[in-house]
C-alpha cells in the first residue's frame, strides 16, 4: 500500500482523486455507490452568489467519446447552499471544496466570502472557465487581466486554499496560469470544457438550447493532458488535472505530466464507482512500480 | 430506495417485431425493490458513439421469477445494441433511478393509466401494483398501427384495456384522447407515459374535467441521478431533474400550457 496523500497549497488530500464540479452534484447522491470518504476531495456544483436557472433544455448532446452540456450554472445560490445544502453535507469525510463562480469580481469576492466561514470547506475551485454564460465564467478566464482581476478580488476575502480552474479556450493556457499564480492563487485545476457544437440535421437546429456547450470526456483527454504539462512546467504552484480521464492509467498519465492531484468528471455518468476504482488503481500501479507514494511520480514525464 | 450498480444477466431476449424487444434480466442474488415508474441506466459497452448510459424504464418486475422486464425501441445506437444482446450476455445497470407514479389511497379510485408507443412500458408494472392494491385500472393503449401494440396479454392481466390505433388497424380510429372509455368512466387519477404531444393532449383532457394527472417524461439525460442538471423540465419550481425529481411529475406543477 503506497502512501497516496498529495498537497495542493496547504490542504492535504487522502490521495489524489477529486471529483469534477458538476459531475457529482454535492456528493450524496453517489452515496449509494461510493463510499465518498475513500475519495480525495469532492468539487461540489458551481456555485454563485445569487440564484440561477440556468440555460434552457437541451442541455446536453452526446459525442463521440465525449458529451457536451450548457447547463449554465443553475444553483440556488450561495444563501442556500449556506444554510440547506452545507449542514448535509459538512459531516462527509472527505475535503468537500466548493466551486465558485460570478458575473463581476465583486460577486465572486462576496461569494467566496461566504463560503469562508464555513469550517468544513477547506478550499474553494473559483470557476473563470465556464463556457455556457454570457454575463462573466469563461469572460474572465480567456484573458490574463480578467483572471487576475477575479484571483485578485477573491484573494483579499477569501483565506483558505484558493484553486483556479482554467479555461482551455485561449491562446496560451500558461499566460493565464501565470496570471492567476502571481494574484496569490494556490492551485490551477485544468482543463474546463472545450467550447463545442453539435446539429440536428434534420430540424437545422443546435442540438443545444445556446447554440454552443462544453465538450468533456475521453474525447478532450489529449488536449487537457497537453496543457496540464504545459502549465505544470509555466508555474511554481500545484496543478490539478482534468479532462476526460477514466480511469487509474489516465489518472497516472496527468500525474507524470506534473498534475499533483486529479478530478474525474464525465467518467461519473459511465461509472458511478470510478473514483474509487481510480483510487485503487493508481495504488496497485505504484506497489507494481515499486513507488512509496504518489508523490514520486509527479511532473516524472521523461521528455 | 437504495440505489445500485450491478451487471445483471440477460435471461431472455424476445423480439416482438422488427423494432420491438422485450429483454429480461435477472440476477445471481434476489433483485432489489423497485416500484413502478422508476428507470434503469444501462451502460452500452463497445461503442464510442453511444458514449452515455440509456435510461429504460421498468417494464415488470417477476419477484418470482427473480426477472426485470425492459421494453425497449430500437430506434437509436444505444438502443439498437440492446436489441443485439442475447442470453448470458452481461449488462451493467445503475437502478432504481427517479421517482415513482401515484398509488391512490383510496382503495375505491379509478385509475386510467394512458400509454403511447413505447411509454406504455413503465405501465405494465404499474397496473399490477395497481391491482396488488386492490383497484383494476383501466389501460388505454395508442399506437401508430396494430402492430405497435406490445404486449396486450400482459396488460389484460391487471385491468381492462382499451386500444386507439391512428390507422384504425385495431381499436378505436384516432388519438387516446378520442377514445370513448374517456366519456363512459369518471376516473379519479390518470398516469401517463409516452410522445410529447400526447402527453400535453392528456393533460389538457385532464385539466378540463378536474381529474388528477402525472405524467412520466423522457428528456435526454447523462448522470441519471441529479448530478449533472442536463435533463431539466421547466416547472413552477424552477427547473427540475427529470432523473431525480421525476420522471413522474404532476401536470399541474409543469411549465406546460395546458
Known amino acids: ?303 | 430506495m437504495k440505489k445500485y450498480v450491478l451487471d445483471l444477466i440477460v435471461s431472455s431476449v424476445d423480439h416482438i417485431n422488427d423494432k420491438y424487444v422485450l429483454i429480461k434480466l435477472t440476477h445471481a442474488e434476489k433483485l432489489p425493490e423497485m416500484a413502478p415508474g422508476q428507470f434503469v441506466e444501462i451502460r452500452i459497452d463497445g461503442s464510442a458513439t453511444t458514449f452515455l448510459r440509456r435510461p429504460i424504464s421498468i417494464n415488470f418486475v417477476d419477484y418470482q421469477a427473480n426477472e426485470l422486464w425492459l421494453l425497449v425501441a430500437a430506434i437509436g445506437d444505444g438502443t439498437r445494441a440492446l436489441a443485439q444482446l442475447k442470453a448470458g450476455d452481461k449488462l451493467n445497470c445503475m437502478f432504481p433511478l427517479g421517482n415513482t407514479f401515484t398509488i391512490p389511497e383510496n382503495k375505491d379510485a379509478k385509475v386510467l393509466l394512458v400509454g403511447g408507443g413505447v411509454g406504455v412500458a413503465p405501465l405494465l408494472y404499474f397496473g399490477k401494483v395497481l391491482k396488488d392494491n386492490g383497484m383494476t385500472p383501466v389501460f388505454l393503449l395508442g399506437a401508430r398501427s396494430a402492430k405497435d401494440l406490445l404486449l396486450l396479454d400482459e396488460y389484460r392481466k391487471y385491468g381492462e384495456v382499451c386500444i386507439t390505433t391512428e390507422d384504425g388497424s385495431e381499436g378505436e380510429k384516432g388519438f387516446v384522447t378520442n377514445h370513448s372509455v374517456l366519456q363512459r368512466v369518471r376516473f379519479d387519477q390518470i398516469s401517463t407515459c409516452g410522445p410529447k404531444p400526447m402527453m400535453v393532449a392528456v393533460a389538457k383532457y385532464a385539466h378540463s374535467e378536474g381529474i388528477c394527472c402525472e405524467a412520466s417524461l423522457e428528456n435526454k439525460m447523462a448522470c441519471g441521478v441529479g448530478a449533472c442538471l442536463c435533463c431539466v423540465e421547466g416547472t413552477k419550481s424552477g427547473n427540475l431533474c427529470v432523473c431525480k425529481d421525476g420522471p413522474v411529475f404532476n401536470v399541474n406543477d409543469l411549465s406546460w400550457q395546458i
Open chain 1, 1 to 303: 500500500m503506497a502512501d497516496l496523500r498529495v498537497k495542493i497549497g496547504n490542504l492535504e488530500l487522502k490521495n489524489p482523486v477529486m471529483t469534477a464540479s458538476g459531475t457529482f452534484g454535492y456528493g450524496p447522491e453517489y452515496a449509494d455507490f461510493v463510499e465518498l470518504s475513500e475519495i480525495g476531495g469532492i468539487i461540489v456544483k458551481g456555485t454563485t452568489l445569487h440564484p440561477r436557472q440556468g440555460n434552457d433544455y437541451p442541455r446536453m448532446a452526446e459525442t463521440a467519446s465525449g458529451m457536451l452540456n450548457c447547463v449554465g450554472l443553475q444553483n440556488k445560490g450561495v444563501d442556500y447552499f449556506c444554510e440547506h445544502i452545507y449542514p448535509e453535507i459538512k459531516d462527509i469525510d472527505t475535503n468537500m471544496i466548493v466551486n465558485v463562480s460570478g458575473s463581476s469580481p465583486e460577486d465572486y469576492a462576496e461569494c467566496a466570502a461566504r463560503i469562508d466561514a464555513l469550517d468544513k470547506i477547506p478550499a474553494i475551485e473559483l470557476n473563470i472557465s465556464c463556457p455556457n454564460v454570457k454575463d462573466g465564467g469563461m469572460a474572465f478566464g480567456v484573458t490574463c487581466e480578467g483572471a487576475a482581476s477575479v484571483v485578485r478580488a477573491v484573494r483579499k476575502s477569501y483565506h483558505k486554499t484558493l484553486i483556479v480552474k482554467l479555461s482551455p479556450n485561449v491562446t496560451d493556457i500558461t499566460e493565464i496560469a501565470r496570471a492567476v499564480e502571481a494574484e496569490g492563487a494556490d492551485s490551477v485545476s485544468l482543463i474546463n470544457t472545450l467550447m463545442g457544437m453539435a446539429i440536428d440535421i434534420e430540424k437545422r437546429k443546435p442540438m443545444l438550447s445556446i447554440n454552443t456547450g462544453g465538450l468533456s470526456g475521453p474525447a478532450v483527454k489529449p488536449v487537457a493532458l497537453r496543457m496540464v504539462w504545459q502549465v505544470a512546467k509555466a508555474v511554481g504552484i500545484p496543478v490539478v488535472g482534468l479532462g476526460g480521464i477514466c480511469n487509474a492509467n489516465d489518472a497516472i498519465e496527468f500525474m507524470l505530466a506534473g498534475a499533483s492531484a486529479i478530478e474525474i468528471g464525465t467518467a461519473n455518468f459511465l461509472d458511478p464507482q470510478v473514483t474509487v476504482k481510480v483510487k485503487n488503481g493508481i495504488n496497485e500501479w505504484l506497489d507494481k512500480h515499486g513507488c512509496k507514494s504518489v508523490t514520486e511520480i509527479i511532473g516524472q514525464l521523461e521528455a
